[in-house]
């Protein structure tokens, strides 16, 4: 983030030599593409001067579709790339999550107009494929993370693009991790991820640890109404009817 003054040295190995060098924000993504037209080179790392403070970079980078629930910030601060759902406000065209509407301006909206039901669609297979390719083109492994497949098939659309991918790049390593979770779990499950690049773990390693994690996962949460839930089909139409009258506000677990 260029606005706080952040500084970037990148340890750069050529077939002849190590080279250290300092670059700023709003240069690095060009060097990175110019290093790479040259012959034999290879980022062996990367980190992060922000003030006083350094962040060290694996060798992975993180990506997560964007039910995680992170602000902006985080995401920019600890380098995360999101892939952004998408969302209908009743009728029109759907919406670019983060771009065309915040979070907070979607709940917002549905506190504001009861009864009417918004509609989400998943990143598609295109967006993943496009941010895969474009990471990938500059020799950088991923780590993909997705909501659990029991809410969306965002999941399933990430790993159809990394075989889509790999037909291209065979040579590509880019990891998609259901990670059986939503909302602020999956958010802590990224900024695990991002603990364990910064730490310096190989990528498969990371995946690794991660999915040891994953059936520890729990969230708790409730609900102000039950009528979203009745309108998804996450329960009956008639115990939405009876929870309704009586005021029943069930403690959900996930």
């Not at 065979?170 to 990224?190: F, H, I, R, S």
């Not at 498969?204 to 009528?227: H, M, N, Q, W």
Request: proline content about 4%.
């Amino acid at each position: 983030n260029p606005d706080v003054g952040a500084h970037t040295h990148a340890n750069i190995t050529t077939g002849l030599a190590e080279n250290k060098f300092g670059i700023s924000m709003n240069d690095m993504d060009y060097v990175i593409d110019r290093a790479l037209e040259m012959n034999n080179v290879k980022f062996v790392g990367l980190h992060f001067h922000i003030g006083s403070q350094i962040l060290d970079m694996g060798d992975f980078i993180v990506i997560s579709d964007g039910s995680g629930d992170l602000s902006p910030e985080i995401y920019r601060e600890k380098g995360i790339v999101m892939i952004p759902f998408y969302v209908m406000l009743g009728s029109g065209e759907y919406l670019e999550q983060e771009r065309d509407i915040s979070t907070g301006e979607f709940y917002e909206w549905m506190v504001s107009h009861p009864g009417v039901y918004p509609k989400s669609s998943t990143p598609s297979t295109q967006d993943y494929l496009h941010i895969f390719t474009e990471h990938v083109q500059r020799g950088e492994k991923i780590l993909c993370i997705c909501i659990t497949e029991k809410f969306s098939n965002s999941y399933q659309t990430a790993r159809i693009a990394r075989q889509m991918l790999l037909e291209d790049y065979p040579d590509a390593q880019v990891e998609v991790v259901n990670c059986m979770m939503n909302t602020v779990a999956q958010g802590l499950y990224v900024l695990e991820a991002c603990r364990l690049r910064d730490a310096g773990v190989p990528l498969l390693e990371a995946v690794k640890r991660l999915e040891e994690i994953t059936p520890s996962g729990r969230i708790f949460f409730t609900i102000g109404s039950i009528d979203y839930l009745s309108h998804g089909g996450r329960i009956g139409k008639l115990a939405g009817k009876v929870s309704s009258v009586l005021g029943i506000r069930p403690i959900i677990t996930l």
